[in-house]
């Protein structure tokens, strides 16, 4: 399984960004995808999930509102839109899937892509 993360970058607060997920050796409509983020000197923070059977999404209080999960099976991808961005998103961001649930720990984890919210 490989998950491959990309789209983040630095942006102003209010401003926003899209991430994507590209999913690789795994069947995406059979996975639950997650992104999760982890901030400097802080715990990891799940954000947001889509299921593998109906795409229902779940997110964080955090980010609910704000961020928007969806997916796009034929090209093996899952995005995470982000909008009104925060200092307080600043913060590396995994993509995660999973074949069995949306709330437990995900069984596999691809490489971060920092998001950077400043003025």
């Known amino acids: 399984v490989q998950l491959q993360a990309s789209g983040g970058g630095w942006v102003q607060p209010g401003g926003s960004l899209r991430l994507s997920c590209v999913v690789s050796?795994?069947?995406?409509?059979?996975?639950?995808i997650g992104w999760f983020r982890q901030a400097p000197g802080k715990g990891l923070e799940r954000l947001a999930c889509?299921?593998?059977?109906?795409?229902?999404?779940y997110y964080s209080d955090s980010v609910e509102g704000r961020f928007t999960i969806f997916r796009n099976n034929s090209k093996n991808t899952v995005f995470l839109q982000m909008n009104s961005l925060e200092p307080e998103d600043t913060a590396v961001h995994y993509c995660?899937?999973?074949?069995?649930?949306?709330?437990?720990?995900?069984?596999?984890w691809g490489p971060g892509t920092q998001v950077t919210v400043s003025s």
């Open positions: 995660t899937a999973d074949h069995l649930s949306c709330a437990r720990m995900p069984a596999y």
């Open positions: 050796r795994l069947t995406l409509v059979y996975y639950h």
């Open positions: 889509i299921a593998s059977s109906d795409s229902s999404t």
